[in-house]
């Protein structure tokens, strides 16, 4: 019996070590297969974790493109938006054609405005050449020689008319001292000259100098384009419209007489 004993107890022993081993081996096999579902678990947590990098990395490149696409767009933009500047072109060509006729009035203006300032404006009873007019004296016709001097003695330029009458058919005499009053003429008269005379009223009338003479104090020398002498001229006239001017030479003791045809 005691043997019994001890071979029952032998076995309880051996029986309860072999259960411990398999409890052991289980318990491990529970570790193991609790180890794999928390790897299976970080497993899927990172395979999650990569495709939310993933759809967070195509979102990312899809905005990058989207983004490049319409950079690539915005050229084609600034291409269109380039296209209305052709009317402004047009409206450039408008202004410098406006421009130049502007300027074309302005000229105009000022040619007018020249034309005005061009226009002299004329003394009374004056002689002129050149633009230079002195006054004339009307002393009327018929006076003597010896009153004439007279009067250019006291230094005028006289007209031996009582008023003067450009469409009058005879000849008007203007006589003055030189050097004095007629050195003008002296300065600027010769054949082709024109001489411009005025009348009262300051309206101007133009004579052209054909013939002349040098006389002595007789007044004997003759003008060949009307075959009279100075003193005749003087004292007669010519019968036609037309001037004699006579003063003396600086010179010398001798004077001149011209004899001028009316251009009107």
């Not at 003008?184 to 009338?205: A, C, H, K, W």
Request: proline fraction near 4%; hydrophobic fraction near 35%.
């Amino acid at each position: 019996m005691s043997r019994l004993k001890k071979v029952v107890s032998v076995m309880l022993v051996i029986i309860g070590i072999t259960g411990f081993v398999v409890e052991a081996k289980m318990m491990t096999i529970g570790k193991k297969k609790k180890d794999v579902i928390t790897i299976a678990k970080q497993y899927e947590v990172q395979s999650t974790t990569k495709e939310k990098v993933v759809l967070s990395s195509e979102t990312e490149d899809k905005k990058e493109s989207s983004s490049s696409t319409e950079e690539t767009k915005e050229p084609e933009k600034k291409e269109e938006v380039k296209e209305p500047e052709k009317p402004v072109e047009e409206v450039k060509s408008v202004v410098e054609i406006v421009e130049p006729v502007k300027e074309e009035v302005i000229e105009e203006v000022v040619e007018e405005r020249r034309m005005v300032e061009k226009t002299p404006q004329y003394m009374p009873n004056s002689l002129g050449i050149n633009g230079i007019y002195r006054n004339y004296l009307p002393i009327g016709r018929g006076n003597h020689v010896e009153v004439v001097e007279q009067y250019i003695n006291g230094g005028n330029l006289i007209a031996a008319v009582g008023s003067y009458n450009p469409y009058e058919n005879q000849t008007t005499y203007f006589g003055g001292h030189n050097p004095g009053i007629m050195d003008y003429m002296e300065q600027n008269l010769s054949i082709g000259s024109i001489v411009t005379v005025t009348d009262g009223n300051g309206r101007p009338f133009e004579y052209r100098a054909v013939d002349y003479t040098i006389v002595d104090i007789y007044g004997e020398g003759v003008l060949s384009s009307i075959g009279m002498s100075a003193i005749d001229l003087y004292e007669f006239g010519s019968g036609q419209r037309s001037l004699a001017i006579q003063y003396c030479l600086s010179s010398n003791d001798l004077m001149v007489m011209w004899y001028l045809l009316p251009l009107f």
